[in-house]
C-alpha cells in the first residue's frame, strides 16, 4: 500500500480564506457572526435562532478565472474553484494561464472527489421564478428583480457534480471525478475516497475536499433547520459544542476546503511541503434515524475504536456540533473508548469558532487537523459549563501531536473519520 501525505490546503471561510489567515482565525477564535436581517422574517416565521455566519464573497477574477464563469457557475462552485486555486498555490504546483482556462506542470492525470452536502437552492428558485412569471411587473417587489431570470445554464448548475466538474476542466485534470454526498460528512468521506485512490496506486495526486454554499436572500434554507431545533439560541449567536448549556449549531451559509493529496514518494520527488500523513479511514452508518442520531452512540464508538490500532491519540478533531442530545452522544462515546479525562485525546470542535459548514465542515476540520499537527498547536474551546470527564483545553495551546483523528457524523446516520500521521519520512 502506497502512502499518503497532505501537501495542500486552500480553506474559504467567513473566518479567514487561505492556509495562513484561516488558521489564524481559528487559533485566535475569530469568528463571523451576525444578525438575522428582518426580511428572514418577512413571511411571517420568527426564528428561534438569531444568528447566523454569512457565506464568503468570492470573487473569481482575482484567482485569474475567465469572467464568463460568473455567468455560468452557482455560488458553491465559485467557492470550490477558489478552494481549489489556493490549494494547489500552496502545494507549490506550477500553473500557467492558457486561453481559457488553466494548465498546472505534470499534474494532467489528477482525480477530483468533492463532498457537498445540498446544492444550490437559490440558483434553482430564481430560475423556476423566471419560468412561471409572465412579466416582471409579477415578481413580488421584496425580490432582486435583476436575478429573477430563467437561466439556460441551470440544469449544470443545480448537479451537484458540478463543484468537481469545475475543477477538473479549469485545470485540465484527466483522473476520476466525482462528487460525494452524506450530508455533514461529505467532506471525510471525499477524503477517505481519495485517500484510497492513491493508495491503491489508481493516482498519485488528488484534490479533494468539501463545499457548502446555502445563502439565500430570505433564510429560507436556515429556516428549515431552524424548525428542526438544532440551531444555537445563545443570546451572542456564539455556539457552544461541548457544553452542558448548548442550544445547537451555529448556522453557516457557506464554506469550502480543498486539500492536495499526494502519493509520498512523488510528493518527495518534487520537494513538496508535507503537513500531515494521511494513515487510516474509516466510515459507517447508524441506519437509526434521518435526523438523529442513534442513541446508544454504537457505530460512532465502532468508528473510535478502530482508529485506537494505530497507537496512542493525542488529538481529536471532533464533530461537536453543539446539539445537546448529540453531544451527549458523541461526548459519552469518547469516554467510553478512551476513558478518563487524563487518558483522552486534546478534544476540540472547530464547529464552535466556523459554525456548522455543513457539507464543508469535514474537510475544514481535516484542514484543522493537518495544521495542528504540523504547526504543534490546537485551538481552544472556551465554553461556558463544559461538559464532565472531557479532555476540552480552555485556551489555544501548544502541543505536540504525533496522531490525530477528525470525526464527522451527518444527518442520516452516516458516520466518517478521517485519521492523520506526523510525516517523520
Request: proline share 4%; with cysteine.
Amino acid at each position: 500500500m502506497r502512502r499518503v501525505v497532505i501537501t495542500g490546503i486552500g480553506p474559504v471561510t467567513s473566518t479567514g480564506t487561505g492556509r495562513e489567515d484561516f488558521f489564524e482565525g481559528v487559533i485566535n477564535q475569530r469568528r463571523c457572526i451576525r444578525e438575522i436581517p428582518a426580511q428572514f422574517e418577512r413571511g411571517g416565521y420568527s426564528f428561534k435562532s438569531r444568528y447566523y455566519s454569512p457565506c464568503p464573497e468570492i470573487d473569481l477574477n482575482t484567482y485569474g478565472f475567465p469572467k464568463y464563469y460568473d455567468k455560468v457557475t452557482q455560488n458553491g462552485d465559485k467557492l470550490a474553484l477558489a478552494a481549489a486555486s489556493l490549494a494547489l498555490d500552496d502545494a507549490r504546483f506550477k500553473i500557467h494561464k492558457a486561453q481559457k482556462e488553466f494548465v498546472v506542470e505534470n499534474l494532467d492525470y489528477c482525480g477530483v472527489i468533492m463532498g457537498i452536502g445540498i446544492s444550490s437552492l437559490e440558483a434553482g428558485f430564481h430560475s423556476y421564478l423566471g419560468h412561471v412569471i409572465k412579466t416582471k411587473e409579477e415578481i413580488p417587489q421584496n425580490f432582486d428583480r435583476s436575478k429573477i431570470h430563467f437561466n439556460r445554464m441551470i440544469v449544470p448548475m443545480l448537479m451537484p457534480n458540478s463543484v468537481s466538474s469545475w475543477i477538473s476542466i479549469s485545470y485540465g485534470l484527466h483522473g476520476a471525478s466525482y462528487t460525494v454526498n452524506a450530508a455533514c460528512a461529505s467532506g471525510i468521506l471525499a477524503i477517505g475516497d481519495a485517500f484510497h485512490r492513491i493508495q491503491s496506486g489508481s493516482e498519485k495526486v488528488m484534490l479533494t475536499g468539501g463545499v457548502e454554499c446555502l445563502s439565500d436572500a430570505f433564510g429560507g434554507v436556515m429556516r428549515g433547520f431552524d424548525v428542526l431545533g438544532v440551531l444555537s439560541q445563545s443570546p451572542d449567536g456564539v455556539p457552544q459544542p461541548f457544553s452542558k448549556t448548548s442550544t445547537g449549531f451555529l448556522f453557516s451559509q457557506g464554506a469550502a476546503c480543498v486539500l492536495v493529496l499526494e502519493e509520498y514518494e512523488h510528493a518527495i520527488r518534487r520537494g513538496a511541503n508535507i503537513y500531515a500523513e494521511i494513515i487510516d479511514f474509516q466510515s459507517n452508518s447508524d441506519a437509526y434515524n434521518i435526523v438523529q442520531m442513534d442513541l446508544s452512540g454504537v457505530q460512532i464508538k465502532r468508528l473510535l475504536q478502530k482508529f485506537k490500532a494505530h497507537g496512542h491519540i493525542d488529538y481529536l478533531n471532533a464533530h461537536g456540533s453543539g446539539t445537546m442530545t448529540n453531544d451527549a452522544i458523541e461526548a459519552e462515546a469518547i469516554i467510553e473508548i478512551f476513558g478518563s479525562r487524563e487518558n483522552q485525546p486534546y478534544i476540540n470542535s472547530t464547529k464552535g469558532i466556523l459554525g456548522h459548514t455543513l457539507g464543508a465542515s469535514g474537510a475544514l476540520e481535516t484542514a484543522v487537523t493537518a495544521l495542528a499537527i504540523r504547526e504543534s498547536k490546537i485551538h481552544s474551546n472556551r465554553v461556558p459549563a463544559p461538559r464532565e470527564n472531557l479532555n476540552l483545553p480552555e485556551n489555544s495551546m501548544d502541543a505536540d501531536i504525533n496522531i490525530a483523528i477528525s470525526t464527522s457524523y451527518g444527518f442520516g446516520g452516516h458516520n466518517a473519520g478521517i485519521a492523520l500521521r506526523k510525516c517523520n519520512g
